[in-house]
Nanobody, 123 residues
Framework: QVQLVESGGGLVQAGGSLRLSCAASGRTFSTYAMAWFRQAPEKEREFLAAISRSGGSTYYADSVKGRFTISRDNAKNTVYLQMASLKPEDTAVYYC????????????????WGQGTQVTVSS
């Protein structure tokens, strides 16, 4: 069992930056690939980025490639999402997720979810 707790959300102006963190409980953090998703009101949950168990491999959705960076620190049981050049359309609840690296980009394949953290980008 893995419990995930996101933090770092908030209100930021367009063009600004924000770093989200996701702390995992348990000793099995490094056995899971990790990912970030977001969900805006009345929209489906959207995959953003994934990182392998070791942190050596990553992949991104086209919508955030070049602006968002995913990273992890296995010693701290934490995964991060560094967000830059934020736009109002980035406003959403952001979720971290744990699962299998090759299929984690599909929400039904996620093994564990965090509770989410709100990010609001003002214009």
């Amino acid at each position: 069992q893995v419990q995930l707790v996101e933090s770092g959300g908030g209100l930021v102006q367009a063009g600004g930056s924000l770093r989200l963190s996701c702390a995992a409980s348990g000793r099995t953090f490094s056995t899971y690939a990790m990912a970030w998703f977001r969900q805006a009101p009345e929209k489906e949950r959207e995959f953003l980025a994934a990182i392998s168990r070791s942190g050596g491999s990553t992949y991104y959705a086209d919508s955030v490639k070049g602006r968002f960076t995913i990273s992890r620190d296995n010693a701290k049981n934490t995964v991060y999402l560094q967000m830059a050049s934020l736009k109002p359309e980035d406003t959403a609840v952001y979720y971290c997720a744990a699962g299998n690296y090759y299929v984690i980009d599909k929400a039904p394949n996620v093994r564990y979810w965090g509770q989410g953290t709100q990010v609001t980008v003002s214009s």
